[in-house]
């Protein structure tokens, strides 16, 4: 963290320097601060904050928080079961599977390993709506995801692709060596899986690769199934449906006569590929940096991961120790994703957060429903492409909710946090100069300011509470 | 002719809203008048995500490799709605036999792009840029389109999307909406001063916040104070409730509210990407999709005259069936167009055949059509622009001739 330290020590605008910086890691390494946070990390240093959610150490005060959410634990068989006893079970499964996301996000000590979580779900991306995906996305969070969000991606890339609900998402369940019956060939290939490997997983679509590699990945896979969708829901291995004969994957040669191991060896040949230490390295650099991020902070991560073999957290840590991600507290900001607007937005009131399925409903009026990103793509890691009218104007109005208490689920005393905050909760001056000291580290712009303190007196909505909203509601607000 | 009828409606609401408490003045208002004024032709693409496969939305049962191909999820002959003794259209969509067989629906078959990418991501892209091959192009096509047409109205461009769409991408502004009704701010008690304290927060900003907080606004001035555009739907046309029925019914809303309003662009993510049990999965989208068009096609009536729908997608599918009744990506797809000046009754597009030979790569059925010809072609129907130079690097020809 020293050439961090040296960026800040040179910067600027010393008055400002220490909240600002504080709110920007707070921002870009999880949804924000909570009021207090900014103070807590000048105090305990940037490095030793740092270092402490790369640690990602236990968080009993949130499994307190989750311990209600009682399917989240289940495996699939489980869920199956109680979705076989009654089918109106999966509204309680698909609530608890979001309710748990936000008070992570809202909640969790460990943000930058929430963050990850979400950044690394959507890039293996599966949607919760695809039928066994329903019964199997939480397991397969939990599962294939979270334990290795700051691990290797080696490790990450396996639990992905042996998970049933990547199997289903992407058909390779489905997939088998194709026959010769009475003399014709009987197709048995599905490519789905096999393209989205190299394409979104691991290489990227510029690598280069042809159909023919297209073609010979998927071979790879065939016989990776799933043992039963409506009852175990297992991963099984089905030697009678694997493609025995050669194949060749982008510079991969896989023998003749090989069976599940094909796959491995394929896994093992792309995570280790110089492609995909670049790919991943670039997306990290776009979710932490910004929408275009800088060449060098990409190679320098690209560098790491190479060096330690895909360590995520090191590649994480190059990262964060670089020049242009500090330089970045200093920038216009990385627009937010309605996901990043609303658990930060939350956690700027200091909200506690019970059921998350008002909340929901709002990220899916802003474009971003939870789980639910339909193409295997995932969501748009470009801040920019989540700005449009009808998304701001349910962001505005999430904002306005919010501070106003009105939001199911979710409870926040505004006046009461700003006057903790030491602020006047009946003076429109004092709550925003309040909540730009505290919750923005002095960033809101003379603008917002001005007009926030133009809030009249009286009325039959507090002071407190339309100052608040139109902070969050405001321009600075969407950018982190 | 209904547009005048709509126009008066229109003027109303700005006369309602030069008046309201709280409301900005602004030109916006008087330039979707202007744009009224230039040209009241539409154009509507529905952009089906995923890959919708061609050979099933149209399925050439006359080709004699088309069984022996698609096998388990061939179409019987006497189970197509049958176009010409060649082509028929999938069941589901026998709802739109009536509009083609009154020359109002065309298609358009084995139209694509030769420089084939069967990436989702990319194929999307290189469409919606109108550039294939090319990431680096930092606009889109109807953006490039609408650019070129007189009058910056908010509601001159609009696009029922969760996101911006890559068409649109670039500096003309684009409302961009998943559903018009009740675009307003809650702030029970204090609306007013919510309004222009954030109106005050957002304008004169010239950075992208600035950017959406200003459209924001905009778009609430048109769509607050225009009531006509929560009109029901006429002559008792159903849409059905999905995103592409809901999409084009708000279409329509908008088109006959006459806010000036040029291209539209629908975002359909459906259930297209049929790599598995694919059958049912275009049953249900098509009889969707079929729905919706009927019901747009009823409810504008006689301003279908001057509204092009085009229906696309990024590419089509492999012409076998794969391992899993479904089939993996391809190349070329099939487009349907409907609406102002479409030569209907007819499957265009020169057939390039199902035999192995015949097959790009052995394996999809080949593009004979550049889909920026079909474009360019309604693009300069609708819109009344020059299109031969809107997409860079390629001078569009004279296209298929579908639309008059």
């Given at each position: 963290m020293s050439a961090a330290a040296s960026v800040i020590g040179t910067a600027p605008f010393p008055a400002d320097i220490g909240p600002r910086v504080a709110v920007h890691l707070l921002n870009r390494i999880g949804f924000g601060p909570r009021p207090g946070d900014v103070e807590r990390v000048l105090a305990r240093g940037l490095d030793r904050y740092v270092q402490e959610q790369l640690d990602a150490p236990a968080d009993p005060e949130l499994d307190s928080r989750l311990r209600g959410l009682t399917t989240l634990g289940y495996p699939v068989s489980q869920v199956l079961a109680l979705y076989n006893a009654d089918q109106r079970s999966i509204a309680t499964i698909l609530d608890e599977l979001n309710t748990a996301k936000i008070i992570r996000a809202v909640h969790g000590q460990n943000q930058l390993q929430e963050v990850l979580v979400d950044f690394w779900f959507n890039h293996f991306n599966v949607y919760v709506q695809d039928g066994f995906a329903r019964y199997s996305t939480a397991a397969y969070e939990r599962d294939a995801i979270r334990p290795y969000a700051l691990g290797r991606f080696r490790d990450l890339l396996g639990a992905t692709a042996g998970h049933p609900a990547m199997l289903y998402f992407l058909d390779n369940y489905l997939s088998r060596a194709s026959t010769v019956v009475n003399g014709r060939i009987v197709q048995g290939l599905n490519e789905n899986y096999g393209r989205e490997l190299m394409e979104?997983?691991?290489?990227?679509?510029?690598?280069?690769?042809t159909q023919e590699h297209v073609f010979d990945a998927a071979r790879c896979f065939t016989g990776w199934g799933i043992d039963n969708l409506s009852t175990s829901g297992r991963f099984v291995y089905r030697p009678q449906f694997h493609d025995r004969d050669a194949k060749s994957v982008f510079g991969l040669g896989v023998p003749a006569g090989g069976g599940k191991d094909d796959g491995d060896k394929l896994l093992d040949y792309l995570a280790a590929h110089p492609g995909a230490a670049h790919f991943i390295s670039k997306k990290l650099a776009e979710r932490f940096v910004s929408d275009d991020p800088p060449v060098r902070v990409v190679e320098s991560a690209a560098a790491t991961f190479q060096a330690t073999g895909g360590d995520i957290r090191a590649v994480v840590r190059t990262i964060l120790s670089s020049a242009e991600f500090w330089a970045e507290a200093f920038g216009s900001g990385k627009p937010k994703t309605p996901l990043e607007f609303v658990a930060s937005s939350l956690r700027a009131v200091d909200a506690q957060v019970s059921n998350g399925r008002a909340v929901a409903a709002y990220l899916q009026n802003m474009g971003m429903p939870l789980y639910s990103c339909v193409p295997p793509t995932g969501y748009s890691n470009r801040g920019a492409d989540w700005l449009n009218p009808s998304s701001h104007l349910y962001r505005m109005n999430f904002a306005l909710d919010l501070a106003a208490g009105a939001i199911a689920g979710v409870s926040a005393d505004v006046r009461g946090m700003v006057s903790r905050m030491g602020g006047n909760a009946e003076d429109a001056r004092s709550v925003a100069s309040t909540i730009s000291a505290r919750i923005f580290g002095n960033g809101l712009s003379a603008s917002t300011l001005a007009a926030a303190s133009?809030?009249?007196?009286?009325?039959?909505?507090?002071v407190a509470v339309r100052v608040t909203g139109l902070c969050l509601a405001g321009p600075e607000m969407q950018a982190r | 002719m209904a547009w005048d009828v709509s126009r008066r409606v229109f003027l109303r609401g700005a006369g309602l809203a030069a008046v309201g408490v709280g409301f900005h003045p602004s030109s916006l208002l008087v330039r979707a008048a202007q744009a009224a004024e230039a040209g009241r032709r539409v154009l509507v693409q529905i952009f089906l995500r995923g890959g919708c496969d061609g050979l099933n939305l149209c399925?050439?049962?006359?080709?004699?490799e088309y069984y022996g191909l698609r096998g388990a999820i061939a179409l019987g002959r006497g189970e197509v709605v049958d176009l010409d003794g060649h082509f028929g259209l999938h069941p589901a969509l026998a709802p739109l036999k009536v509009l083609y067989d009154e020359g109002r629906l065309a298609l358009l078959h084995?139209?694509?792009?030769?420089?084939?990418?069967?990436?989702h991501f990319d194929a999307q892209d290189f469409m919606e840029s109108g550039t294939p091959g090319d990431k680096t192009t930092s606009t889109g096509w109807l953006e490039r389109s609408i650019s070129r047409v007189p009058g910056n109205a908010v509601t001159e461009a609009v696009a029922f999307s969760a996101q911006l769409p890559r068409s649109f991408l670039g500096p003309e502004p684009v409302l961009v909406a998943q559903t018009l009704s009740s675009f307003d701010l809650r702030a029970r008690n204090w609306r007013g001063e919510a309004e222009t304290l954030l109106r005050a927060m957002y304008d004169g900003r010239p950075d992208v916040l600035g950017k959406v907080g200003q459209e924001t606004f905009a778009a609430m001035d048109v769509l607050l104070r225009t009531p006509e555009i929560m009109a029901p739907p006429a002559a008792g046309a159903v849409y059905p409730g999905s995103t592409v029925g809901s999409s084009l019914r708000q279409a329509a809303q908008i088109i006959k509210a006459g806010l000036g309003t040029r291209a539209i662009f629908v975002n359909v993510p459906g259930s297209f990407d049929t790599h598995a049990n694919q059958l049912p999965a275009n049953a249900l989208e098509f009889t969707r999709l079929a729905d919706a068009l009927v019901a747009f096609a009823r409810d504008l009536g006689g301003m279908l005259d001057d509204v092009a729908v085009m229906v696309t997608t990024e590419f089509g599918r492999a012409a076998f069936v794969n391992g899993s009744a479904g089939t993996d990506h391809g190349s070329a797809h099939c487009m349907i167009l409907m609406g102002a000046g479409v030569r209907g009754g007819r499957v265009y597009g020169s057939w390039p055949g199902l035999s192995r030979s015949q097959l790009y790569q052995e394996r999809d059925l080949a593009v004979t059509t550049d889909f920026r010809d079909a474009f360019a072609e309604v693009a300069r129907a609708q819109?009344?622009?020059?299109?031969?130079?809107?997409?860079?690097?390629y001078a569009a020809g004279p296209g298929p001739g579908i639309v008059a």
């Open positions: 979104l997983h691991t290489i990227g679509v510029d690598a280069g690769y133009r809030v009249a007196p009286g009325g039959p909505v507090s | 399925i050439p049962f006359g080709d004699a084995a139209v694509g792009s030769y420089g084939l990418s069967r990436s819109l009344g622009i020059d299109s031969s130079s809107l997409f860079p690097g």
